[in-house]
């Protein structure tokens, strides 16, 4: 059971901080140079070659362990350690409830891809991002430098107020599959829906028969098509709360320096780079699950493949097969996901303060406790409730 | 029961331990080469007049005490969503009667300027 389970967390860690990781400070270089038409991230070589610029992330590990550790005067020694690791911890540690897979059965063993499967995961998430605000705190308010202590009071106010939007974004979303379990909500998104169902029975129509097809229409389960409104006030959310670009206010190079890590250098410094980097991986993993389906394959449920499969060469090869699937469409969808905030980050100009904290309060919040009556009376209509 | 804790600890164990092993390699690795001008704080070349530690903007304070309303209020939204079938329009009832103080709270707030910066 341990053994099982330190393999799973060892597995996933290896996979989020030994490739996704460095591979997404590669891809930050690369699609920046493409998205502003010129070559980029071709200076580090092993024997004359650059491996498209693959290098980079070794050399930046390498140049961040032999750097002087700079710790400036008046700082609080200890919570200036401490920042960058209440930092860094809390982003690794949310992969514990992402499932990457579903639940296979091998005869008697039971095979789940998740670390730990908790039934209050969703809530887990959100008591561990809070966290995630001690970090930026502690780091400007140890720094003892005026840039430090702005950038420190920006993050914290800005983690806080995005915090409320994402907690009641996804409210919508548990309403539709009533679950927090994140691999009930995947299992729950394997199936199909009739997208225009609810016309008939919302408003007693039926839609005629020349629509064929589109009356016909059959969905993937998922998130995104339940729940849109949620889907776009999540994203903007959770980017805000990972403190990335456009929403990178509290680090803002051209107004406050460098924000809360003005001070850090090194390694110290390489934490907070790290856990903003495992936080788009987390966000990824986490609208995927959440919005897309999880590990699911669209149109082909788990038994469809292995019936059919295991018609061919019997069960047991089938359920491995599956879960290599099922692994490699979760895979797809996080990179199509990495590949969204991506796009997003070099698309968008960075957001002035007032801007980002309007944007939440007055638009973001009032829209999802909309979102979140509207569905309730939404589905009780649907459902003929009492 | 427990046992599905597991995980978490196990990742926990797992991320301290890496985060030690970095910031341990760091601080044997790198250089130390320290003197007062290099370790005063970043001022674009200043020496730092006054200590960065004063007083803050009221302002800060005020998202404080709203994120703490709000984010409470969230937390009863989720219980009443996981069941909120079984409790049929009379729970639809009960937590619009529960939001209406909530969206009065955030009118008037809005309404004063406690969200304009």
Same mark, same amino acid.
């Given at each position: 059971?341990?053994?099982?389970?330190?393999?799973?967390?060892?597995?996933?860690?290896?996979?989020?901080?030994?490739?996704?990781?460095?591979?997404?400070?590669?891809?930050?270089?690369?699609?920046?140079?493409?998205?502003?038409?010129?070559?980029?991230?071709?200076?580090?070589?092993?024997?004359?070659?650059?491996?498209?610029?693959?290098?980079?992330?070794?050399?930046?590990?390498?140049?961040?362990?032999?750097?002087?550790?700079?710790?400036?005067?008046?700082?609080?020694?200890?919570?200036?350690?401490?920042?960058?690791?209440?930092?860094?911890?809390?982003?690794?540690?949310?992969?514990?409830?992402?499932?990457?897979?579903?639940?296979?059965?091998?005869?008697?063993?039971?095979?789940?891809?998740?670390?730990?499967?908790?039934?209050?995961?969703?809530?887990?998430?959100?008591?561990?991002?809070?966290?995630?605000?001690?970090?930026?705190?502690?780091?400007?308010?140890?720094?003892?430098?005026?840039?430090?202590?702005?950038?420190?009071?920006?993050?914290?106010?800005?983690?806080?107020?995005?915090?409320?939007?994402?907690?009641?974004?996804?409210?919508?979303?548990?309403?539709?599959?009533?679950?927090?379990?994140?691999?009930?909500?995947?299992?729950?998104?394997?199936?199909?829906?009739?997208?225009?169902?609810?016309?008939?029975?919302?408003?007693?129509?039926?839609?005629?028969?020349?629509?064929?097809?589109?009356?016909?229409?059959?969905?993937?389960?998922?998130?995104?098509?339940?729940?849109?409104?949620?889907?776009?006030?999540?994203?903007?959310?959770?980017?805000?709360?990972?403190?990335?670009?456009?929403?990178?206010?509290?680090?803002?190079?051209?107004?406050?320096?460098?924000?809360?890590?003005?001070?850090?250098?090194?390694?110290?410094?390489?934490?907070?780079?790290?856990?903003?980097?495992?936080?788009?991986?987390?966000?990824?993993?986490?609208?995927?699950?959440?919005?897309?389906?999880?590990?699911?394959?669209?149109?082909?449920?788990?038994?469809?493949?292995?019936?059919?499969?295991?018609?061919?060469?019997?069960?047991?090869?089938?359920?491995?097969?599956?879960?290599?699937?099922?692994?490699?469409?979760?895979?797809?969808?996080?990179?199509?996901?990495?590949?969204?905030?991506?796009?997003?980050?070099?698309?968008?100009?960075?957001?002035?303060?007032?801007?980002?904290?309007?944007?939440?309060?007055?638009?973001?919040?009032?829209?999802?406790?909309?979102?979140?009556?509207?569905?309730?009376?939404?589905?009780?209509?649907?459902?003929?409730?009492? | 029961?427990?046992?599905?804790?597991?995980?978490?600890?196990?990742?926990?164990?797992?991320?301290?331990?890496?985060?030690?092993?970095?910031?341990?390699?760091?601080?044997?690795?790198?250089?130390?080469?320290?003197?007062?001008?290099?370790?005063?704080?970043?001022?674009?070349?200043?020496?730092?007049?006054?200590?960065?530690?004063? $007083?803050?903007?009221?302002? +800060?304070?005020?998202?404080? %005490? &709203?994120?703490?309303?709000?984010?409470?209020?969230?937390?009863? =939204? *989720?219980?009443?969503?996981?069941?909120? $079938?079984?409790?049929?329009? +009379?729970?639809?009832?009960? %937590? &619009?009667?529960?939001?209406?103080?909530?969206?009065?709270?955030? =009118? *008037?707030?809005?309404?004063?300027?406690?969200?304009?910066?």
């Amino acid at each position: 059971m341990v053994v099982a389970v330190f393999v799973k967390t060892a597995f996933i860690l290896f996979v989020v901080i030994g490739v996704l990781a460095p591979i997404i400070t590669w891809v930050e270089r690369k699609q920046s140079a493409l998205m502003q038409n010129r070559i980029g991230a071709n200076r580090a070589s092993v024997a004359g070659m650059t491996f498209i610029g693959l290098l980079h992330p070794a050399a930046d590990v390498i140049k961040l362990l032999v750097k002087e550790d700079v710790v400036p005067a008046g700082a609080n020694r200890v919570l200036h350690l401490l920042a960058p690791v209440m930092a860094a911890v809390p982003a690794i540690i949310a992969f514990a409830v992402i499932p990457f897979g579903g639940s296979y059965h091998f005869g008697e063993t039971t095979i789940e891809l998740v670390v730990a499967n908790l039934d209050w995961g969703l809530l887990y998430i959100f008591a561990i991002g809070s966290l995630a605000a001690y970090g930026p705190i502690l780091a400007g308010w140890a720094s003892n430098s005026g840039w430090s202590f702005l950038g420190s009071l920006r993050a914290s106010a800005q983690m806080l107020s995005y915090e409320v939007t994402l907690g009641f974004s996804v409210v919508g979303v548990f309403m539709v599959f009533q679950t927090l379990r994140l691999t009930d909500m995947a299992i729950a998104q394997d199936t199909t829906f009739r997208a225009f169902a609810f016309v008939e029975g919302l408003f007693g129509l039926t839609l005629p028969a020349s629509l064929g097809w589109i009356s016909a229409l059959r969905l993937p389960n998922w998130g995104i098509f339940l729940q849109p409104l949620a889907f776009v006030l999540f994203l903007t959310a959770i980017m805000a709360e990972n403190k990335r670009p456009p929403f990178d206010t509290p680090e803002g190079e051209s107004e406050i320096v460098a924000g809360y890590h003005t001070e850090y250098s090194g390694m110290r410094f390489g934490l907070f780079y790290m856990s903003e980097f495992i936080g788009v991986v987390v966000i990824a993993g986490l609208i995927t699950t959440i919005f897309f389906g999880g590990w699911s394959v669209p149109y082909l449920s788990q038994e469809m493949i292995i019936a059919g499969v295991g018609h061919f060469f019997g069960v047991g090869f089938a359920t491995g097969f599956c879960m290599l699937v099922h692994f490699v469409s979760f895979m797809l969808k996080l990179a199509a996901m990495i590949w969204l905030q991506m796009a997003l980050r070099w698309t968008l100009p960075r957001f002035r303060y007032d801007q980002v904290m309007n944007l939440c309060w007055k638009i973001l919040l009032p829209l999802s406790l909309a979102n979140i009556l509207v569905t309730g009376a939404v589905i009780l209509a649907l459902e003929g409730a009492a | 029961m427990l046992t599905e804790y597991t995980g978490v600890l196990v990742i926990l164990a797992i991320s301290l331990v890496l985060i030690a092993v970095l910031l341990g390699i760091h601080l044997r690795v790198g250089p130390r080469r320290e003197f007062p001008s290099k370790q005063d704080p970043f001022e674009c070349g200043e020496r730092p007049v006054t200590s960065p530690r004063r $007083r803050i903007a009221v302002k +800060f304070y005020v998202v404080a %005490i &709203l994120f703490v309303v709000f984010d409470v209020e969230a937390i009863y =939204f *989720y219980p009443w969503g996981t069941v909120f $079938r079984e409790l049929g329009w +009379f729970g639809y009832a009960s %937590i &619009l009667v529960f939001t209406l103080p909530l969206v009065v709270g955030l =009118f *008037y707030e809005w309404m004063k300027g406690g969200l304009d910066w």
